[in-house]
């Protein structure tokens, strides 16, 4: 069925480095691939998102990368500050849901 | 504009009772999912509606959950007779079609006693 696998589970980074989150989708039809950031008793928000027609797209700090024939994409965050500090959430939408990854807990070490 | 809505915020029900869990969509939307996250988990799609209609609900367990978006008011996500198990953070989304971003609400933290 519908599956979007994602890794690590649990990421600690030291501050500055940079922190990449890798995901796996199932449907070959997927298009599109958000990403978002939860923190602590907050709400997701989207952070940035891809579509399957390019392989790549960056804003400022952090960049998204698609594989289509793979079915991977990935989050990259470079430079990483104390305030990257949250849950991230890769998603692939099928049909018209979105299924979301289970995500990734983002430590960032001072 | 406000963004999605969702009320109440916290909710605390014993066994058995219900729980009705409310979701305003962000003004132009018509379209709402609503999906549950369990302590520590990812968000799991539940149910997919447009203005009067029930689009996609193959997320919905068969039983006690229901959901509903009438031509006026909120979307309303309704769990009869609730357990334990059905502990956890409920959130909405909206979208003005199912082809753009979707916006998240607050989310509704139901505790059954």
């Known amino acids: 069925g519908e599956n979007v696998e994602q890794h690590p589970s649990t990421l600690s980074v030291q501050e500055g480095d940079s922190a990449v989150i890798k995901c796996t989708y199932s449907d070959s039809a997927s298009n599109y691939f958000p990403w978002y950031k939860q923190e602590l008793g907050k709400r997701p928000q989207l952070i940035i998102d891809i579509r399957s027609n390019v392989g790549e797209k960056k804003d400022q700090r952090i960049a998204v990368t698609l594989n289509k024939t793979a079915k991977h994409f990935s989050l990259h965050i470079t430079e990483t500050q104390p305030e990257d500090s949250a849950v991230y959430f890769c998603a692939a939408r099928v049909g018209d849901k979105i299924i979301f990854g289970k995500g990734t807990r983002l430590h960032i070490l001072p | 504009n406000a963004g999605v809505m969702q009320n109440p915020r916290h909710l605390v029900r014993r066994r058995g009772q219900e729980a009705r869990l409310r979701c305003s969509p962000m003004?132009?939307?018509?379209?709402v999912y609503w999906y549950r996250q369990l302590p520590e988990e990812g968000l799991k799609f539940m149910v997919y509606l447009q203005k009067e209609n029930i689009i996609d609900e193959s997320g919905m367990p068969k039983e006690r959950f229901s959901a509903e978006f009438p031509k006026e008011g909120p979307s309303i996500l309704r769990i009869q007779q609730v357990v334990r198990g059905d502990s956890a953070a409920y959130f909405c989304?909206?979208?003005?079609?199912?082809?753009?971003?979707?916006?998240f609400g607050p989310g509704t933290r139901l505790t059954v006693l």
């Open positions: 003004k132009g939307h018509s379209h």
């Open positions: 989304a909206s979208s003005p079609s199912p082809k753009h971003e979707q916006f």
